[in-house]
């Protein structure tokens, strides 16, 4: 072979070996619910320092924008975090919503835009059934929302309008009309 050949296989293969490598850094870099329980549960904020403390805020924050929306919903459902936005100051929590709520809601209105319209449509009729069960009932709720679930109401309404497509906006439409029905009935 000559010589400019090999020097062309030896470079080629650096560049695949290089592109391989990356590949797998970026796979095996991607949180995963795992990981963010386990970042939560190795740096407790207890006893920390309010910058040390806002550093871990953020890096939780970074850690659960990262996740995939289906691993999202799982650490939702499973409540994981629950314990530690508890352990927030109120302050805290605000500029921890701030940091998440946008990046959830988008990759939700995301989900919805790219569901088939038979699935959207069921997820839909599913919610609606679950709310009319729950229309009229007065569970405990404060005379006024606290700011954090006024700023997830905004924030997600904001969502809604800005980043769902015209066809999910008609499909998810009876939910919210369902929604202010419920929140009225709460008044």
């Known amino acids: ?15 695949w070996l290089v592109a391989g490598g990356t ?3 970026v796979h095996h870099a991607r949180p995963t619910p795992e990981s963010l329980r386990r970042y939560v549960e190795t740096h407790p904020l ?14 939780v924050a970074d850690r659960l924008n990262g ?11 499973g409540r994981r975090l629950d314990g530690f936005f508890k352990s927030l100051t109120p302050a805290e929590q605000m500029r921890f919503l701030d940091l998440t709520l946008p ?6 209105m995301e989900a919805f835009n790219k569901m088939e319209p038979e699935k959207r449509k069921k997820f839909v009729d599913k919610a609606l059934e679950e709310m009319k069960q ?8 404060p005379e006024k929302l606290d700011a954090n679930a006024e700023k997830m109401i ?8 800005s ?12 939910l919210l009309e369902q929604m202010q029905k419920n929140l009225q009935g709460l008044r």
Request: glycine content about 6%; proline content about 5%; overall charge negative.
């Open 163 to 174: 980043e769902a497509s015209a066809e999910t906006k008609m499909d998810l439409s009876p």
């Open 134 to 141: 729950h229309e009229g009932e007065n569970p405990e709720m």
């Open 154 to 161: 905004n924030q997600g309404l904001k969502s809604f309008y």
């Open 67 to 77: 996740l995939e929306f289906e691993a999202r919903q799982e650490m939702r459902g």
């Open 23 to 25: 590949i797998w850094w």
């Open 46 to 59: 207890e006893g920390q320092s309010e910058h040390e403390r806002a550093k871990r805020i953020e890096a």
């Open 1 to 15: 072979m000559p010589p400019i050949w090999s020097r062309a296989l030896l470079v080629l293969a650096a560049v």
């Open 103 to 108: 990046a959830g809601f988008k990759q939700m």
